[in-house]
């Protein structure tokens, strides 16, 4: 049985191994290194508070494991980010343990209320986000949110980064109308987006 260990006992430059699945039967391990241990946020509306990136290039598919050198499972391999120096993502154990009777009795954290969801994607460039895209049958086509929109502003408070936007989402439950300040063609406007559940969106 593998032993699991929290990412607080971990180091950047601590070495660390994946051992992941090629597929069928197969297979392979990689060594490197933890590069950071800080918050991560990604263009889909997602956000870890703490996530693992390291230099190993991941030799299998997502899902694989993170050990430390000493055979404990620290983390589970979710993102290839190949960026130099950080080539791959993981999600730390404790967000598994921390919640392992909800998430096996109900198969998601049913302890947090549930958070609004609009379905964009986005950028940050400088000190400001930018939407990239729009998912179709959304809350974000239907109100009118477009590709190209500079985040101002959620329900008044402003947006430097995607930390702000999704925060300023978050604080919203599934149903509620967020007021999302935008700015194209030289306009600025306010667009009333009504929110829903992410897991009613991709069920």
């Not at 260990?5 to 971990?10: A, C, E």
């Not at 978050?170 to 149903?175: C, E, F, L, N, V």
Request: with cysteine.
């Amino acid at each position: 049985m593998v032993a699991i260990t929290s990412s607080g006992k971990l180091v950047p430059g601590q070495e660390v191994f994946i051992a992941a699945s090629a597929g069928e039967n197969q297979r392979r391990v990689n060594t490197g290194a933890i590069t950071t241990l800080a918050p991560f946020d990604a263009f889909w509306e997602f956000r870890l508070e703490r996530a693992i990136t390291t230099t190993i290039m991941n030799p299998g598919l997502g899902g694989g494991g993170l050990f430390a050198m000493d055979g404990s499972l620290c983390g589970v391999v979710s993102l290839d980010l190949n960026q130099i120096g950080h080539f791959t993502l993981a999600i730390p154990t404790e967000n598994f343990t921390s919640y392992r009777d909800e998430m096996l009795r109900h198969g998601r954290r049913s302890s947090r209320p549930p958070r609004a969801w609009i379905g964009i994607y986005c950028y940050k460039v400088d000190d400001h986000v930018v939407i990239a895209g729009i998912f179709p049958g959304t809350p974000a086509e239907r109100a009118g949110l477009e590709a190209g929109d500079l985040v101002l502003a959620v329900d008044g408070s402003r947006v430097r980064e995607r930390r702000d936007l999704y925060e300023g989402l978050w604080k919203r439950a599934p149903g509620d109308e967020v007021a999302i300040q935008v700015y194209s063609d030289n306009v600025v406007r306010e667009v009333r987006v009504l929110s829903v559940d992410a897991e009613t969106y991709f069920a």
